[in-house]
């Protein structure tokens, strides 16, 4: 059972950064994709970005150039460098693992869908 637990929300002002951690606990294997996502009230849950088993990565248009996921696999840690934060990135995030076949992989690496590990979120609050 794989097990995932976010850490390094908190609130900053607009322009100011902060970096998400996920630890990892219970792979079987390596061909998980991981990816982040964001749920704000009254919205549905997004995909954010995510990187998947051969390093390929993937971000939402919103946050292209201000975002940054990597993995470090000796640790089994997921990270998201977030920097000019935005008011509009306020949201709980979440961490998620999948086993996302090859196929396609790229049309559904953001998909909430596609993953069924997910972390029980970390709160960022961005204020103008």
């Known amino acids: 059972q794989v097990q995932l637990v976010e850490s390094g929300g908190g609130s900053v002002q607009a322009g100011g950064s902060l970096r998400l951690s996920c630890a990892a606990s219970?792979?079987?294997?390596?061909?998980?994709?991981m990816g982040w996502f964001r749920q704000a009230p009254g919205k549905e849950r997004e995909g954010v970005a995510a990187?998947?088993?051969?390093?390929?990565?993937k971000y939402a248009d919103s946050v292209k150039g201000r975002f940054t996921i990597s993995q470090d696999n000796a640790k089994n840690t997921l990270y998201l460098q977030m920097n000019s934060l935005k008011p509009e990135d306020t949201a709980m995030y979440y961490c998620?693992?999948?086993?996302?076949?090859?196929?396609?992989?790229?049309?559904?690496?953001?998909?909430?869908?596609?993953?069924?590990?997910w972390g029980q979120g970390t709160q960022v609050t961005v204020s103008s």
């Open positions: 998620a693992a999948g086993q996302i076949p090859k196929t396609f992989r790229w049309f559904k690496l953001l998909k909430t869908m596609e993953y069924n590990y």
């Open positions: 990187i998947d088993d051969d390093g390929v990565t």
């Open positions: 219970g792979y079987t294997d390596r061909s998980y994709s």
